[in-house]
């Protein structure tokens, strides 16, 4: 059957202009130049009553979308909110329409390397017109596919839609362990189409090692830029279901997770074996050993091409420098202990030592479910 549009819960059009009118109070107070709240309430509370929503203008959008990141709990990289770019599109609602401008969003974001945080906010939910949604984790992920022994060639993260894109028509790649996926992209009728992203756009860094030449032969890259995908953002009463959004990564993010983890790539033990370390006992901290030396890896060649990367002590000091401003300006600062940490030396980064508030303020970035179509019923766009 052909996957069906989201639900839209029925708002009440009360819910909304509180909504609003909170958001507005924060915009107004934040930004003396944007003048007198009453006018624009008198036309908000008007649009809501003759439509169920409302049409936020430019500036509302760019002030909530850097909002939404400094309210991110789980982000350790919060200290450049304000430098946030919004690439206004809310006028695309369809799949190509948003497929091409994704591809756009990750030419533009980096620039000969350097990379800039970029939001790019598509057509928001209105009553009885859903947005349009991409259901990829990130604009960039590696394949996973399954073989016939229950290995997987790739990103076991990512069989699921893997199988589904393989399914709906994409004929894979070359099967390597780092073949980018096609966008699945859905308009307001729920029916994804595949859309295959052109090789200019995506920046990859492969992975050497300043100390071991033997490192190279291993084959591992990893795309530079990390633009989330599978979020809503929620500004005022009105949901943005596609708003692609990315900063730069973090080491650690890469070294000590997307390649390290049991469950993802799992290179410890082959990285471990290179380094001729004793594997037979844990006693002799040879995952931590080669743990490091994949980091290092990691931020040696993204420096080597000249590409934008921090590292987690650095990103630790940023975020208590971020944190003190948020106290300073009379803001709670939310943050999630478990994902400010970092996963790599943890205890000897500043963010380990002290307690934060967990808490959930508006305008926000919140997950869609994992709830994948189980069909598609359009071709393959390259």
Not at 143 to 169: F, H, M, Q
Not at 302 to 307: L, S
Request: a negative charge; charged letters at 25%; glycine letters at 8%.
């Amino acid at each position: 059957m052909p996957a069906e549009p989201e639900e839209i819960e029925s708002r009440d059009p009360a819910d909304i202009l509180e909504q609003a009118a909170e958001f507005l109070r924060l915009y107004h107070a934040e930004d003396p130049e944007a003048g007198s709240i009453r006018p624009r309430l008198r036309e908000v509370r008007d649009e809501i009553a003759r439509t169920g929503t409302y049409t936020q203008t430019l500036d509302e959008v760019t002030f909530g979308a850097r909002v939404a990141w400094r309210n991110s709990g789980r982000c350790i990289g919060r200290l450049y909110w304000k430098s946030l770019r919004v690439r206004d599109r809310r006028r695309v609602n369809t799949p190509e329409g948003v497929a091409v401008e994704a591809v756009e969003h990750l030419r533009g974001a980096a620039t000969q390397g350097k990379i800039r945080p970029t939001i790019t906010v598509f057509a928001p939910d209105r009553p009885g017109e859903p947005g349009p949604r991409i259901w990829n984790e990130q604009l960039i992920r590696y394949a996973g596919y399954r073989e016939p022994d229950g290995s997987v060639v790739g990103d076991p993260r990512n069989t699921a839609i893997t199988d589904l894109a393989l399914a709906g028509g994409w004929k894979g790649g070359a099967r390597t362990p780092f073949d980018v996926l096609p966008l699945m992209v859905s308009g307001g009728d729920g029916k994804p189409m595949l859309c295959e992203i052109p090789g200019d756009a995506v920046l990859e860094v492969p992975l050497t090692h300043p100390s071991y030449p033997w490192f190279a032969d291993l084959g591992l890259r990893w795309h530079a830029v990390p633009v989330i995908s599978n979020m809503r953002l929620e500004i005022g009463g009105v949901g943005y279901p596609c708003a692609p959004f990315n900063g730069w990564y973090m080491g650690s993010e890469i070294g000590a997770r997307n390649l390290a983890d049991e469950d993802r790539y799992n290179m410890l033990p082959v990285v471990a074996g290179r380094l001729g370390l004793d594997t037979s006992s844990d006693r002799s901290l040879w995952r931590d050993h080669a743990l490091v030396e994949l980091n290092v890896a990691v931020l040696h060649s993204f420096d080597r091409m000249g590409v934008t990367v921090t590292d987690h002590h650095t990103e630790s000091r940023r975020f208590l420098t971020h944190l003190e401003r948020e106290e300073k300006a009379g803001r709670v600062c939310p943050a999630d202990w478990s994902w400010i940490v970092p996963p790599l030396s943890g205890s000897t980064t500043p963010v380990f030592h002290r307690y934060y508030d967990d808490v959930q303020l508006t305008p926000a970035f919140v997950h869609h479910p994992e709830n994948y179509p189980t069909e598609l019923v359009c071709p393959v766009l390259h």
